[in-house]
């Protein structure tokens, strides 16, 4: 068994796909490498084809017509031999050293009587001239050097989520868990990790700047226009992240849980409710309602207690104030999520 399966979604992605495929080569046999061909339209194809011809053991090749980003990950899911699972997009790398530490870890983990679900590591954002890479790391909220479990975790701060960049889960978790992606959708990558939480008991915490995010493309989903001309699609995926929570609501497995997958939605709330306001358009304000009543219907209790915190205060405002509100609200959003 291979210990670690990674996928990578692939539409359209010549001109980059091969850094990131070049920097995942180093993990050997001990890696499979699922490239997944979403139906692209230039060369992509081809070359996962070479790749796969070039390392037969190592590569393996997936051709499907075009389902989105969730739906590649999706396939990975159900290719993957590893018995651990992680996602790289096609125009992001790793770091080699820490990849090296990264699988040596996982190597041991695998031994364990109780296996892992969940490794966490830093990712860092390489924004496109930006003199400075920021680096989000969690050594201020997570046990360091043990495995520990969701009673052990520390408060996150605002620019602190757990994303797919700093995520491996465990395979047979996500089957188990029921997970699956929706079509032609973006933005699932929030799904990704949010999904699984509640099923998640043994994590660790590997202090290693691993995953290299990269920003700066004009037709990145992450660019801000971008994500407004596809906010009925922000708007989906908030809302079955809803979903999730009000499902988990009545059995999460200790506070921390609940407390940090709120903290999550109402991260991803904020976000969608401040590109909303920056339409300023009518149906843009009430699709931003139509938001925050959904989720007061799904799980009222948890929309009382986002309303009334920093996340609230910024998504409910409304007049002229709002406007102002919103800026320092895009602000944040800005560094949550580093739109370009």
């Known amino acids: 068994m291979k210990i670690l399966s990674i996928a990578i979604p692939s539409y359209n992605s010549q001109d980059y796909m091969r850094n990131c495929i070049e920097s995942l080569l180093p993990g050997g046999e001990d890696v499979e490498i ?25 590569v393996k090749a997936i051709h499907q017509p075009n389902g989105g980003h969730g739906e590649a990950v999706n396939a990975g899911v159900r290719n993957a031999s590893g018995f651990f699972y992680k996602v790289v997009d096609s125009d992001d790398w790793v770091d080699p050293e820490a990849y090296r530490k990264v699988l040596d870890f996982l190597r041991e983990a695998i031994k364990e009587e109780e296996p892992l ?48 960049h700093s995520v491996i889960y465990r395979t047979q978790l996500l089957r188990d868990c029921g997970f699956e992606l929706p079509k032609h959708t973006f933005y699932v990558d929030n799904i990704f990790v949010f999904w699984p939480l509640p099923y998640v008991k043994k994590m660790y915490y590997l202090d290693v700047d691993f995953y290299r995010y990269f920003i700066g493309r004009d037709d990145q989903s992450v660019n801000e226009k ?72 799904k799980t009222p209790a948890a929309c009382e207690k986002l309303k009334k915190s920093i996340f609230g205060k910024v998504s409910n405002s409304h007049g002229k104030l709002s406007r ?17």
């Open 117 to 164: 679900d969940m490794l966490i590591s830093n990712y860092v954002y390489e924004k496109q001239g930006a003199k400075h890479k920021k680096v989000i790391q969690y050594h201020s909220i997570l046990p360091e050097n043990r495995y520990f479990g969701w009673n052990e975790i520390g408060h996150f701060g605002p620019s602190q989520n757990i994303l797919m």
């Open 324 to 340: 102002k509100i919103t800026m320092g609200g895009y602000k944040i959003a800005q560094k949550w999520i580093g739109f370009n």
């Open 34 to 58: 699922l490239i997944v061909d979403d139906g692209s339209k230039d060369d992509t194809a081809r070359i996962a084809d070479e790749y796969q011809e070039k390392y037969p053991t190592i």
């Open 226 to 297: 971008v994500m407004m001309s596809r906010i009925d699609q922000q708007i989906r995926v908030n809302k079955i992240m809803i979903d999730i929570y009000s499902r988990h609501e009545g059995n999460f497995a200790c506070e921390e849980l609940k407390e940090y997958m709120l903290h999550y939605l109402g991260t991803i709330s904020l976000v969608t409710s401040v590109l909303l306001l920056r339409m300023k358009t009518d149906e843009a304000d009430n699709q931003r309602d139509d938001l925050w009543a959904y989720m007061e219907e």
